[in-house]
């Protein structure tokens, strides 16, 4: 359990230093590393399932160029990003049978609602909580 929860604040840290500083962190890293702890005796193919999307969602990104912000504004955009985003880490997870109905529907819905209720705070903070919620899958599975 303690290394879960080193795990999550090395995954916290990799979102916030992707938006403060070095974004490859964010899109990169933190994808490559919940990958290797997610397949990480369970199955191999887990790791291409999970990071090859995640990195994907993380790229578009929500801000000013974003298609999703064109598309559904600055709340709703932030919102569906952290869907997507969490749907890319999970849907893997989820159809091999490592992650229940109740915890893949409420992972989405977690990072749905954490990304569009923390943008008001600063980055500092709410950065590393979004972090956290997409780092919360290692105690899911």
Aim: charged share 10%; with cysteine.
């Amino acid at each position: 359990m303690i290394w879960k929860i080193g795990l999550t604040l090395i995954l916290s840290a990799c979102f916030w230093w992707g938006g403060k500083r070095w974004h490859n962190a964010r899109r990169f890293i933190m994808p490559i590393i919940l990958s290797i702890f997610c397949a990480w005796g369970r199955a191999w193919w887990l790791f291409p399932a999970i990071c090859v999307p995640m990195a994907g969602m993380l790229t578009l990104g929500y801000g000013d160029k974003s298609p999703l912000r064109r598309i559904f504004g600055d709340g709703w955009g932030r919102g569906v990003w952290g869907l997507l985003v969490a749907l890319a880490a999970s849907l893997g997870l989820f159809i091999g049978g490592f992650l229940p109905i109740y915890w893949f529907i409420g992972y989405l819905a977690l990072n749905f609602t954490l990304e569009n209720a923390l943008k008001k705070l600063p980055q500092d903070i709410g950065d590393p909580l979004i972090g956290l919620g997409f780092a919360s899958l290692v105690f899911l599975i």
